[in-house]
């Protein structure tokens, strides 16, 4: 495989353009993005298929801008939500000028790398293919770099969690950008509102406190998002649910577990916010979000 070289970044010109992370459910996207910016951005669980949209991360180097774009895991299933995450992921790849192919080394290649590696190869863009999660240990057996690449094509293992191979991984990706100036301006993080944030960390939240399926079939929709006090938002949420079977698991008895929800999901926002939040959740039935596409993308899922 080819191998990976360091770069002078003193001897080229500054360079820009948008980075897709691309891989299946739980191959470590929102790690590798969080890790790159230095902050939480994307909300990190251990369940698969927790990202549900493209999430833009805005790395800017001296020398170098890279548009970080967290994408959905690419799978099959019938439903509407999963549609439009796997258009994101197809709309990702299309737009980038650069893709990172994810590749979990515990769990190997699979079929939805065969497609993404099909897709990425006709793109005729440059692209990367990253083993995540070489820290741990039960993946001795398998092959890297995957059989499935050309001598040509390069591979780069690193740990989204430790750090390690990050700065080599950087100089790749920094390297095969086109030459550009800054396409956003430098104290930028993201172009995604702050109140969508906070409603991606109290969804965040629910993945803790809630177990098997019901997570997946529930959103969160902020419809208050007050900043009138510099030193306490005020922030008023629904959260999402089809079912009033469903909405009586999420409340709890006597209201113990939207509780223990709302605690975990203040203190993450307000470790984002740095400041006091008052947060209020309330539990809605909506048999329809996940049927329909225009409420999905009212929801902030594209």
Request: with cysteine; net charge neutral.
């Amino acid at each position: 495989m080819a191998e990976l070289r360091s770069n002078d970044s003193s001897a080229v010109a500054h360079r820009a353009g948008f980075v897709a992370l691309l891989g299946p459910p739980n191959a470590g996207k929102s790690t590798l993005l969080n890790r790159l910016l230095g902050e939480k951005l994307a909300i990190v669980t251990h369940k698969p298929q927790t990202t549900r949209s493209r999430i833009l991360g805005i790395l800017t180097l001296p020398h170098a801008q890279l548009l970080l774009q967290d994408t959905p895991g690419l799978h099959e299933s019938g439903s509407r939500l999963n549609s439009v995450m796997n258009e994101s992921v197809a709309e990702a790849l299309r737009t980038c000028d650069l893709g990172v192919l994810l590749v979990d080394r515990a769990q190997g290649w699979i079929p939805v790398h065969e497609r993404l590696l099909k897709d990425l190869r006709a793109s005729r863009k440059p692209f990367v293919v990253l083993g995540t999660k070489s820290d741990l240990h039960d993946h001795v057996e398998l092959v890297w770099p995957p059989a499935a690449l050309s001598a040509e094509e390069i591979s780069v293992s690193i740990s989204g969690l430790t750090g390690e191979g990050v700065p080599a991984l950087l100089e790749t990706l920094v390297a095969a950008l086109p030459e550009s100036p800054a396409l956003y301006p430098k104290d930028e993080l993201t172009d995604r509102p702050v109140r969508w944030l906070c409603a991606e960390l109290i969804r965040e939240s629910v993945f803790q406190c809630l177990e098997q399926e019901l997570p997946y079939a529930m959103a969160v929709e902020v419809v208050r998002f007050d900043e009138e006090n510099p030193d306490r938002v005020m922030i008023y949420a629904n959260l999402l649910v089809g079912r009033e079977s469903q909405k009586r698991i999420v409340v709890g008895a006597g209201g113990r577990t939207i509780k223990g929800i709302g605690i975990r999901a203040r203190k993450s926002i307000e470790a984002l916010l740095g400041t006091g939040t008052y947060l209020e959740l309330f539990v809605k039935v909506d048999p329809k979000w996940l049927k329909s596409a225009k409420r999905i993308h009212e929801l902030g899922y594209r």
